[in-house]
C-alpha cells in the first residue's frame, strides 16, 4: 500500500504526494474522518514520510524502511491512542502518554527522523493536548507529527493552528449529535403529518444558520438517509445502530410509514442530496423534500 493506492480521499492524498514531492513537509498534520479513513491516510502518509527512497512523494514499498513499516517494526515509527496509552484512563489520553512520546521523541531516530502517529487525538484530555503544542510547535529533529480525529471540536484552538488540516470523507461517516436529532425529529414529525408547513418549520435551523445553510443541508440530508435506511431494513432482521438503539420513536414511525413510503423517502433524500452537490437553490430542495416525503 502506499498514498497512490488509496482511492477513497483521492485527493487528500494527492495533495500530499505533491507536498512530499515538493520538499514542503510541515511537522503537523491533522486529519479529521472516520476511523478507517484516518488510519489508512495517517498510516501511509506516515510510511511515505519514513521512506528511505520515496519516488515522487509516495512510499516506495521495497526498501528497509518500507518493509519494516509493513511488518509493523519500524523503531522511528511511534503510535499512541487510548488503548496503547499509559495508565489506567479509559476514556481519555492523559498527559503522561505525551510526556512518554516526548521522552521517546528526544532519542536519535534510527532513519532520518520520527513519524508520530496519534490515533483519537480527539481524546487527549486538555493537559495532555497543553503539553503537546510544544511538540507540535518544534518537534524534536525533523520528526512528524500526525493526529487523527473524529471530530475537531475537542480539540483546542492552540493545537488546531499549529496543525495543517485535512477533512476526509468516509463511507458512512457518525453523524454529529445536534444533527442527528434534527434529522430524527424532522422523521417523526413526516410520519406524523402530512402538513407541509411542520415540515418545513422543523428544518427550517438549517437555513436560519448563518453558517454555512448549504453544508449543514447536505449533512442533514446524509444523516436522514441513514436513518430511513435503518428502517428500510429492520423488517428483515437488521440490527438496530448506535445511531437508533435508544430512538423509542423508531417502532412508531415505522409503524407509520409503510415500506413503500420509506423507500420513497430514501430515494427522496438522495435526490435532494444530488440537488445540493449540484448546487440547486438549498431552501428550494428541502422544499421540494418537505413536498415529496
Ligand atoms: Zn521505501
Redesign the pocket.
Known amino acids: 500500500m502506499s498514498l497512490a493506492d488509496l482511492f477513497h480521499n483521492r485527493a487528500v492524498a494527492d495533495q500530499l504526494t505533491a507536498l512530499l514531492a515538493g520538499g514542503k513537509l510541515v511537522h503537523a498534520f491533522l486529519f479529521i474522518g472516520g476511523k478507517d479513513s484516518r488510519l489508512q491516510i495517517g498510516k501511509e502518509l506516515a510510511k511515505a514520510i519514513l ?4 519516488a515522487q512523494g509516495d ?5 528497509v ?2 518493509r519494516k513499516f509493513d511488518h509493523g517494526n519500524h523503531e522511528d515509527f511511534l503510535y499512541l491512542d487510548l488503548e496503547t496509552a499509559p495508565g489506567n484512563a479509559k476514556t481519555q489520553i492523559g498527559v503522561d502518554a505525551v510526556e512518554l512520546l516526548q521522552e521517546q521523541l528526544k532519542l536519535k531516530p534510527f532513519g532520518a527522523r520520527h513519524a508520530v502517529l496519534i490515533e483519537e487525538a480527539h481524546l487527549l484530555n486538555t493537559a495532555a493536548q497543553n503539553k503537546l503544542l510544544k511538540t507540535l510547535e518544534e518537534p524534536a529533529g525533523d520528526s512528524v507529527i500526525i493526529l487523527l480525529a473524529e471530530k475537531k471540536d475537542a480539540l483546542l484552538p492552540t493545537v488546531l493552528s499549529r496543525c495543517s488540516t485535512y477533512y476526509l470523507e468516509d463511507e458512512q461517516t457518525q453523524p454529529d449529535e445536534e444533527m442527528l436529532a434534527l434529522a430524527k425529529s424532522f422523521l417523526a414529525v413526516c410520519a406524523d403529518s402530512p402538513l407541509f408547513y411542520r415540515r418545513r418549520d422543523c428544518i427550517k435551523p438549517l437555513l436560519d444558520e448563518k453558517g454555512k445553510p448549504r453544508e449543514k443541508a447536505a449533512e442533514f440530508l446524509q444523516t436522514l438517509e441513514l436513518l430511513l435506511r435503518e428502517a428500510l431494513l429492520l423488517p428483515y432482521g437488521a440490527q438496530r445502530s448506535s445511531l437508533t438503539r435508544d430512538w423509542t420513536a423508531f417502532e412508531r414511525i415505522r409503524e407509520k410509514m409503510d415500506q413503500q413510503a420509506i423507500a420513497r423517502a430514501v430515494e427522496a433524500a438522495e435526490e435532494a442530496g444530488r440537488c445540493i452537490r449540484l448546487g440547486y437553490n438549498t431552501g428550494y430542495t428541502l422544499k421540494q423534500l418537505c413536498l415529496s416525503l
Request: proline share 9%; aromatic share 0%.
Open positions: 521512506c528511505e527512497s520515496p512510499s516506495c514499498g521495497a526498501c524502511s518500507c
